[in-house]
């Protein structure tokens, strides 16, 4: 389905034209007919001779409602130019004109019209010389050119049979996977409750899919959905489309709103775009202006941050980041104007670069600059990569919507991008466009690799006597999320980057070594031990000697076995009585307390420290003041 709309002065003609061709008079507010003249969108549909079903928007020409007509062009396949053959290129003539350039609507018919009110051919001929002039190097220079009449119904057929031809030249709307309707009407129908109408693209909806309205996240269902006064169970991309939501009351919805499908989009109030200021706009346009923004169907007020120069001067383009005061859902690619709101006047637009930037640019940073000429010029793998660095790690769907790639595109690029190093798979199993899986670039992976190897080494200068760094330690000089560090530690790890074990990380090889000094203080307290070694020294007293970083070290390193918070072994003690344990088992199912006191010689302490330690560990099981072993 395709959806044409209409573009011209006031009282040119517009909606009589509609009317003409559909049947349908597209002005349905009362103050519209009453005034004749179309003040807000209009709408109505046709059938071309080949069968297929067009939706039409209609569009104000008067210059106080130039704001209306830019809520219903943001998604038309196809533009009628219209020129009154009375009147010739009148000021909303060339403002409109100007719109349909900047967002880049290549189909188009130049629709001279009311052709009957002229009775001399050479003034339309005057006319039309004139139109072509305008048209020079715009999207509509090579756009056919039709007169008709309303009226009389001359040169309709003609220009049915021209419309029909060029949207036959212009490709269908992808289905990208991720429907978006920028909101364009909304009212409520009795018996069946809210309804909103909108342009569908880059996905299909369903009827019962569930659903989300952006930027504020409110969610509903779609209860039905309708195509030119047919109901459908299925919309596709560029279908006019009412859906019916339930669970949503109709003031909770208004025009610049988003439908999709929840998760699949997030609002922004920051873009990166690239702009051109229109060669008649009245003067240069300054770093920190106020603009009124308009994409979609969403008109959002905001400021510029020029980047790169200090001003642009009328016919310059440059790069803007916009910051603007509330949210809205934009993809790379998505067209936009911007409008000065006092006096209000049409500054010019282009195409948003980056939908999501991380952060706020140093305004005469090259690097961006460079990123950002990547992103407007780039193959898709190179669209892919700058959207990859822009994201950090992320799962790559993610990085894929971010693109704003077809899927054919994205999955070459992808498994370019992975073949070649230039992107790093974080987690393990195949990836592809679709897969949540995280990835980053290979300078993210570099850098992020170096900065953990960096950590580490310090960690092991400053602290020699530890296995290894507590992973939350690195998360916190990392400053990533939780997912993303335990994939880069495992991919480390794999790689034999660092070695991981338990909470903690080190670097391959790095081991404990005392100190001549620390080993002497060792052997001197290990020398206590052999004098009672079922009786040592208590823990504190092992920490008052050694002190408690090199105490922790004998315990870490197996040569003191902590039984219990006051006792621990020698390893060879231990060994010992864990040997004695089991030969004692072989020959009586019991042991108390004092059976282990006596013929160990120690004291109570000790032996009630061991035998809880035994317990701890599954091996045996109290029962009163019995211990048997615990049965497998």
Do not use: C
């Not at 004749?36 to 020409?61: C, H, K, N, S």
């Not at 100007?98 to 339309?124: R, S």
């Not at 296995?467 to 998360?475: A, D, F, Q, V």
């Not at 070694?533 to 315990?555: H, M, Q």
Request: no cysteine.
């Amino acid at each position: 389905m395709r959806v044409i709309g209409t573009a011209g002065h006031v009282d040119h003609g517009k909606s009589t034209l509609i009317a003409a061709l559909t049947g349908t008079h597209p002005d349905r507010l009362k103050e519209e007919r009453a005034r004749e003249m179309t003040i807000d969108l209009g709408f109505a549909w046709m059938d071309l001779p080949a069968g297929e079903t067009v939706g039409i928007v209609d569009v104000p020409g008067h210059r106080d409602f130039i704001e209306n007509m830019l809520a219903g062009v943001g998604g038309i396949d196809a533009a009628l130019f219209v020129v009154a053959a009375d009147e010739g290129v009148m000021p909303q003539t060339r403002e409109h004109l100007a719109i349909l350039d900047i967002l880049q609507i290549q189909a188009g018919v130049i629709v001279i019209t009311k052709i009957d009110l002229v009775d001399e051919p050479d003034w339309i001929d005057l006319v039309e010389a004139d139109i072509a002039e305008i048209v020079r190097g715009t999207v509509l220079e090579k756009a056919p050119r039709v007169r008709v009449s309303a009226r009389t119904h001359q040169g309709l057929t003609d220009l049915v049979r021209v419309l029909e031809q060029i949207l036959e030249k212009n490709p269908p709307r992808p289905d990208l996977g991720r429907p978006r309707l920028p909101i364009d009407r909304v009212f409520t129908m009795p018996g069946f409750g809210t309804v909103v109408t909108g342009t569908l693209t880059d996905g299909s909806f369903r009827v019962n899919d569930d659903l989300e309205i952006l930027p504020g996240g409110l969610r509903g269902r779609i209860r039905g959905l309708q195509s030119h006064n047919r109901k459908e169970e299925t919309a596709f991309p560029g279908s006019r489309t009412a859906v019916n939501i339930s669970g949503l009351d109709v003031d909770q919805v208004q025009r610049g709103n988003v439908v999709s499908l929840p998760g699949k989009y997030r609002p922004a109030r920051m873009l990166d775009v690239q702009f051109r200021l229109l060669p008649d706009a009245s003067g240069p346009l300054k770093h920190n202006s106020e603009v009124k923004f308009f994409l979609g169907t969403s008109e959002v007020v905001g400021r510029t941050r020029l980047l790169g120069s200090e001003e642009l001067k009328p016919g310059d383009s440059g790069w803007l980041q916009l910051e603007l005061r509330e949210p809205v859902v934009a993809l790379r690619g998505d067209r936009y104007i911007l409008r000065r709101p006092s006096p209000g006047e049409t500054l010019g637009g282009g195409v948003v670069v980056d939908p999501t930037p991380s952060r706020r640019h140093k305004r005469f940073d090259e690097g961006i600059l460079q990123r950002l000429g990547a992103y407007l010029q780039g193959s898709p793998a190179d669209i892919l990569f700058q959207a990859s660095q822009a994201s950090g790690p992320a799962p790559i769907r993610e990085v894929v919507v971010r693109a704003r790639l077809e899927e054919s595109q994205a999955s070459q690029a992808v498994d370019e991008l992975l073949s070649s190093g230039q992107l790093v798979a974080l987690e393990p199993g195949k990836t592809t466009a679709r897969s949540e899986g995280l990835v980053s670039t290979r300078d993210y992976w570099v850098r992020i690799t170096g900065q953990m190897n960096q950590y580490l080494e310090d960690y092991h200068k400053t602290y020699p006597l530890r296995r290894g760094m507590p992973k939350e330690e690195l998360k916190s000089r990392l400053k990533i999320p939780p997912r993303i560090l335990n994939s880069v530690l495992r991919k480390a790890a794999s790689e034999g980057i660092l070695t991981e074990f338990g909470a903690l990380v080190r670097k391959p090889g790095h081991e404990i070594r005392l100190s001549s000094q620390q080993e002497a203080a060792v052997e001197k307290l290990l020398g206590r031990f052999d004098q009672s070694p079922f009786s040592p020294p208590s823990l504190k007293e092992v920490r008052e000697e050694v002190g408690d970083e090199l105490a922790d070290v004998l315990i870490e390193l197996g040569r003191l076995v902590q039984v219990s918070p006051e006792v621990v072994f020698r390893k060879e003690d231990y060994e010992t009585l864990m040997q004695g344990i089991h030969q004692h088992y072989a020959s009586a199912p019991t042991l108390t307390v004092a059976e282990f006191r006596d013929r160990y010689n120690t004291s109570r302490r000790y032996a009630l420290g061991f035998l809880e330690h035994l317990d701890a560990i599954g091996l045996t099981v109290r029962d009163g003041d019995l211990r048997r072993l615990r049965k497998p």
